[in-house]
């Protein structure tokens, strides 16, 4: 079943991603490698690699700090309600990618709520249009993708934390570490592979982002939250142009990017002797 349906199409995109033409009339191209140098010369492009990029230089690193730092927290044995806070912390990852990016474009639409209490507060002179400014529809995506994926990662490492005894703290007390210390000198070490696996997932989900450029801010303005995924779709299917080959290449582009990516997240996260 693997092979069928997961090692069979990556091969057929592969091949698929030397042809040219639209639909059904696909025909390998001259050069051969047309579709690979197209990419580096169409701006649109370029430019969507660069607002992915964004987002992952800025998402990813917030999200996973403030998920281990929620993780240390909610492991507390003496904080009360722990299981209450933690369910308020990971429900936003139950909510469906499409419901919450359209929430969230509701919040800040001309007439939403964003807008009705900044105006009310005084904040802001007249109604803002969020989402159709460039910085401000860049933040908002940011600021959606941390509120929906930060409970997920801190589940990893709350897992993780459980697994470390609780005496090895103990222990850093009696010799005097502080909270600060200890964190730094004992969960951050011992809690290394996890931290590298959500950096290789983050890195992966963030480089194939979809559902929020798509649903927020249909990647305006001026393709400028347009995401890779987003212009891959565009190209495939969501123009009706069928450009099957160009879409193929660029999907294999964002492959051999998370491939590096993860490499480079492994080696650094490896700590072994």
């Known amino acids: 079943m693997i092979a069928v349906f997961s090692f069979w199409p990556m091969v057929q995109a592969f091949i698929t991603s030397f042809t040219t033409g639209t639909g059904v009339n696909q025909k390998m ?7 690979y140098t197209r990419m ?3 701006r649109t492009f370029l430019r969507s690699v660069g607002n992915t990029f964004l987002y992952l230089a800025i998402e990813v690193p917030v999200m996973l700090v403030l998920a281990i730092l929620l993780a240390q927290l909610l492991n507390n044995r003496d904080l009360k309600c722990r ?18 990016a ?9 007439d939403g709520l964003i807008n009705t209490i900044f105006v009310n507060l005084g904040i802001l002179e007249t109604n803002y249009n969020f989402l159709g400014n460039t910085g401000s529809a860049r933040a908002i995506i940011i600021i959606a993708l941390i509120w929906r994926w930060t409970g997920y990662n801190m589940v990893f490492y709350l897992a993780g934390l459980q ?25 951050v070490p011992l809690l290394m592979p996890t931290i590298v696996m959500t950096v290789i997932m983050s890195i992966n989900g963030t480089l194939q982002l979809f559902d929020e450029s798509v649903n927020l801010t249909q990647g305006g303005p001026a393709y400028s939250t347009m995401t890779m995924s987003h212009y891959i779709y565009n ?12 879409a193929s290449a660029m999907s294999f582009f964002i492959f051999i990017l998370v491939a590096i990516l993860s490499a480079i997240s492994m ?3 490896d700590n072994r002797d």
């Open 29 to 35: 191209a001259d050069p051969i490698f047309y579709n």
């Open 163 to 187: 697994n470390i005894e609780y005496s090895v703290y103990e222990a850093a007390k009696i010799d005097g570490a502080n909270g600060w210390k200890t964190f730094w000198k004992i969960t």
């Open 40 to 42: 580096f010369a169409d």
């Open 102 to 110: 359209l929430i969230f474009k509701s919040l800040f639409a001309l």
């Open 83 to 100: 299981g209450l806070f933690r369910t308020m912390v990971f429900l936003p990852c139950a909510t469906s990618l499409v419901s919450y």
């Open 267 to 269: 080696k650094v996260g």
């Open 235 to 246: 190209n495939a299917f969501g123009q009706g142009v069928g450009k099957f080959g160009y």
